[in-house]
């Protein structure tokens, strides 16, 4: 196999060198430019596995190739060294895109671990997933829907995928937010490795040293063994911090030296163990106003907050609520061995859109797991859900009821139809009339709210848009 040719960018010659002696005693090939215009000819004339630059160069910065790169399209995994303790620096290179960074003065062995895992060389022994379900490979496809919203979402789990940047992820209590994390481990390099999911709210805090960093035996009472951390069990895989804003602060300032410094000292131990750990890390609070509030360190805040991903709440995208609705359907179906699986009816989707749902995804897995029970049959109607009238449309205009483009089931029907005592002459004509009057009769119904209107038909907001257009259906006709 052809050795992985790198380029090294430094305008010191020393520590060029130095760089350039590290990496070829690994087996890379390697080529070396002392400027940024330097480092565009090289980069211009042919392709290589890394780009490894200093940040401060003497015709610009080192985020100028990075940024050369993104504009090209080049595939280049780049590193960044930033001077010792620029936090502002290392942060700014992950948002330009860096793969990683390192800090001045250069540790060596932390060197050639950074190098090794942007190039798929530093492969610990897979180890099985922390939690369960953490081992399907296609998480993304778990986020379901369609709406602007959740494709956003799924389009910045793939880019950030790809980089050791660390990610917070906002969202509100429901939302999925671990799901987020595990799709952007399970999409990055790491995803071969463990997925460690910890919820910091959940942990005693006079516990939380020793359970992040371990501890050795004989450390304090009841230390009968050795015992890793949470930091040592995610080696070289993800480690994702859930409800980080419930973390004391002194807890902070221990996690931010981990953090910058990669490596964690157990409780009771002397010597400090090297880490290679991805962090991730979610919330449901507004972390800049707790930092504001003095309740959350800063410089730990610029720490995890490099690629912000927010997840939206379930009432900003009901126009997935159909497809939500029958996937956790199924599941739970499944589950129950009931077959076939119920679905819901027009009235029962319609009446979801007019719920908040302040617990989100999950409260709705809450109800529909309720109202499969008492359903019974192969549909499950409004009152099934339980419900009541007064929790619906709470603190709502209509202008934030989202469209449900999904196809809705239509309830079953008596069957018969009356049909008029004269034939009409123009068919066409007479069946567009029927139409016209029956949405104008559901839009009505409804106070021209279209979202409304059809799921009472079931139709879609698509459909009865359309339908409306060509039977020239406005909100002033009645």
Same mark, same amino acid.
Not at 81 to 102: P, R
């Given at each position: 196999?052809?050795?992985?040719?790198?380029?090294?960018?430094?305008?010191?010659?020393?520590?060029?060198?130095?760089?350039?002696?590290?990496?070829?005693?690994?087996?890379?090939e390697?080529?070396?430019?002392?400027?940024?215009?330097?480092?565009?000819?090289?980069?211009?004339?042919?392709?290589?596995s890394?780009?490894?630059?200093?940040?401060?160069?003497?015709?610009?910065?080192?985020?100028?190739?990075?940024?050369?790169?993104?504009?090209a399209?080049?595939?280049?995994?780049?590193?960044?060294?930033?001077?010792?303790?620029s936090?502002?620096?290392?942060?700014?290179?992950?948002?330009?895109?860096?793969y990683?960074?390192?800090?001045?003065?250069?540790?060596l062995?932390q060197?050639?671990?950074?190098?090794?895992?942007?190039?798929?060389?530093?492969?610990?022994?897979?180890?099985?997933?922390?939690?369960?379900?953490?081992?399907?490979? =296609? #998480?993304?496809?778990? $986020?379901?829907? /369609?709406?602007? @919203?959740? %494709?956003?979402?799924?389009? !910045?789990?793939?880019?950030?995928?790809?980089?050791?940047?660390?990610?917070?992820?906002q969202?509100?209590?429901?939302?999925?937010?671990?799901?987020?994390?595990?799709?952007?481990?399970?999409?990055?390099?790491?995803?071969?490795?463990?997925?460690?999911?910890?919820?910091?709210?959940?942990?005693?805090?006079?516990?939380?040293?020793?359970?992040?960093?371990?501890?050795?035996?004989?450390?304090?009472?009841?230390?009968?063994?050795?015992?890793?951390?949470?930091?040592?069990?995610?080696?070289?895989?993800?480690?994702?911090?859930?409800?980080?804003?419930?973390?004391?602060?002194?807890?902070?300032?221990?996690?931010?030296?981990?953090?910058?410094?990669?490596?964690?000292?157990?409780?009771?131990?002397?010597?400090?163990t090297?880490?290679?750990?991805?962090?991730?890390? =979610? #919330?449901?609070k507004? $972390?800049?106003? /707790?930092?504001? @509030?003095? %309740?959350?360190?800063?410089? !730990?805040?610029?720490?995890?907050?490099?690629?912000?991903i927010?997840?939206?709440?379930l009432?900003?995208?009901?126009?997935d609520?159909?497809?939500?609705?029958?996937?956790?359907?199924?599941?739970?179906?499944?589950?129950a061995?009931?077959?076939?699986?119920?679905?819901?009816?027009?009235?029962?989707?319609?009446?979801?859109?007019?719920?908040?749902?302040?617990?989100?995804?999950?409260?709705?897995?809450n109800?529909?797991?309720?109202?499969?029970?008492?359903?019974?049959?192969?549909?499950?109607?409004?009152?099934?859900l339980?419900?009541?009238?007064?929790?619906?449309?709470?603190?709502?205009?209509?202008?934030?009821?989202?469209?449900?483009?999904?196809?809705l089931?239509?309830?079953?029907?008596?069957?018969?139809?009356?049909?008029?005592?004269?034939?009409?002459?123009?068919?066409?004509?007479? $069946?567009?009339?029927?139409?016209? @009057?029956?949405?104008?009769?559901?839009?009505e119904?409804?106070?021209?709210?279209?979202?409304?209107?059809?799921?009472?038909l079931?139709?879609?907001?698509?459909?009865i848009?359309?339908?409306?257009?060509?039977?020239?259906?406005?909100?002033?006709d009645?």
């Amino acid at each position: 196999m052809t050795a992985p040719r790198l380029l090294v960018v430094d305008d010191e010659p020393d520590l060029r060198t130095l760089y350039e002696l590290t990496l070829l005693r690994e087996g890379y090939e390697i080529d070396s430019a002392g400027s940024v215009a330097e480092a565009l000819e090289h980069l211009k004339a042919g392709s290589y596995s890394a780009v490894i630059t200093d940040m401060k160069l003497p015709d610009g910065s080192g985020l100028s190739v990075l940024r050369w790169l993104e504009q090209a399209g080049r595939p280049e995994k780049a590193l960044v060294i930033t001077a010792f303790g620029s936090a502002e620096n290392a942060v700014e290179a992950l948002k330009a895109g860096a793969y990683d960074y390192l800090t001045k003065p250069v540790d060596l062995r932390q060197f050639r671990l950074v190098v090794g895992s942007a190039l798929g060389r530093v492969v610990p022994e897979p180890a099985p997933a922390v939690e369960d379900g953490a081992t399907a490979p =296609a #998480t993304a496809l778990r $986020l379901v829907g /369609e709406s602007p @919203a959740i %494709r956003a979402v799924r389009s !910045l789990i793939d880019k950030v995928a790809r980089s050791m940047a660390p990610v917070l992820v906002q969202g509100e209590s429901g939302t999925g937010k671990e799901l987020v994390a595990r799709a952007i481990h399970d999409h990055g390099a790491r995803a071969s490795q463990r997925f460690v999911a910890v919820n910091c709210g959940a942990i005693p805090e006079n516990l939380l040293e020793a359970e992040f960093f371990g501890y050795r035996k004989g450390a304090f009472t009841g230390a009968n063994e050795d015992r890793q951390g949470f930091f040592q069990a995610a080696d070289g895989g993800t480690l994702f911090l859930d409800e980080i804003g419930d973390l004391p602060l002194a807890m902070q300032s221990k996690l931010l030296r981990v953090i910058q410094e990669r490596s964690v000292r157990p409780v009771g131990a002397t010597a400090e163990t090297p880490i290679n750990v991805r962090i991730l890390s =979610a #919330t449901h609070k507004d $972390l800049s106003a /707790e930092v504001a @509030a003095g %309740r959350f360190r800063q410089d !730990l805040f610029y720490r995890l907050n490099v690629i912000q991903i927010r997840v939206p709440p379930l009432r900003e995208r009901l126009e997935d609520l159909g497809l939500i609705s029958a996937r956790v359907l199924a599941r739970i179906a499944q589950d129950a061995g009931v077959s076939p699986t119920p679905r819901l009816t027009a009235g029962a989707l319609q009446t979801l859109s007019r719920y908040g749902f302040p617990g989100n995804v999950r409260e709705l897995e809450n109800l529909l797991h309720r109202a499969l029970a008492l359903a019974g049959g192969e549909w499950i109607a409004a009152e099934d859900l339980g419900l009541p009238d007064a929790l619906l449309d709470e603190g709502r205009s209509e202008s934030q009821f989202a469209a449900i483009d999904t196809p809705l089931p239509v309830e079953p029907v008596a069957e018969g139809l009356t049909l008029p005592e004269q034939l009409p002459g123009d068919l066409a004509r007479y $069946l567009d009339e029927v139409e016209r @009057a029956i949405l104008l009769r559901a839009l009505e119904q409804h106070r021209f709210n279209r979202t409304a209107a059809a799921a009472s038909l079931g139709l879609s907001l698509r459909q009865i848009r359309y339908r409306m257009a060509r039977l020239a259906i406005s909100a002033g006709d009645s």
